[in-house]
Nanobody, 118 residues
Framework: QVQLVESGGGSVQAGGSLRLSCAASGNTVSRSCMAWFRQAPGKEREAVAN???????TYADSVKGRFTISKDNAKNTLYLQMNSLKPEDTAMYYC????????????WGQGTQVTVSS
């Protein structure tokens, strides 16, 4: 069973930066499609960024140009570099993994809180 553990969340002022990490079990990162999701109170969970097993990336329009998803296969770790943070980025952030051939993400971390103050 895949295990994902996020870290790196915290409180920051608007305009600041944070880098989230997601440590995965086994060789999940190199073999899987992975993503960062976020969920703010009272809102639906939304996909923030995706990276496939070849390193191809996609981003939500709301974070394009500010966030960068990356991975280190040797360390089996997924990252999310978040720059120019805005108060509307405040949410619980989750990493997720799946076999690229399937639609649904099947493994989830416990989440890490990001709070951006104005």
């Amino acid at each position: 069973q895949v295990q994902l553990v996020e870290s790196g969340g915290g409180s920051v002022q608007a305009g600041g930066s944070l880098r989230l990490s997601c440590a995965a079990s086994g060789n999940t990162v190199s073999r899987s499609c992975m993503a960062w999701f976020r969920q703010a109170p009272g809102k639906e969970r939304e996909a923030v960024a995706n990276i496939d097993n070849a390193g191809g990336t996609t981003y939500a329009d709301s974070v394009k140009g500010r966030f960068t998803i990356s991975k280190d296969n040797a360390k089996n770790t997924l990252y999310l570099q978040m720059n120019s943070l805005k108060p509307e980025d405040t949410a619980m952030y989750y990493c997720a993994a799946k076999w690229c051939a399937v639609r649904q993400y099947t493994a989830w971390g416990q989440g890490t809180q990001v709070t951006v103050s104005s």
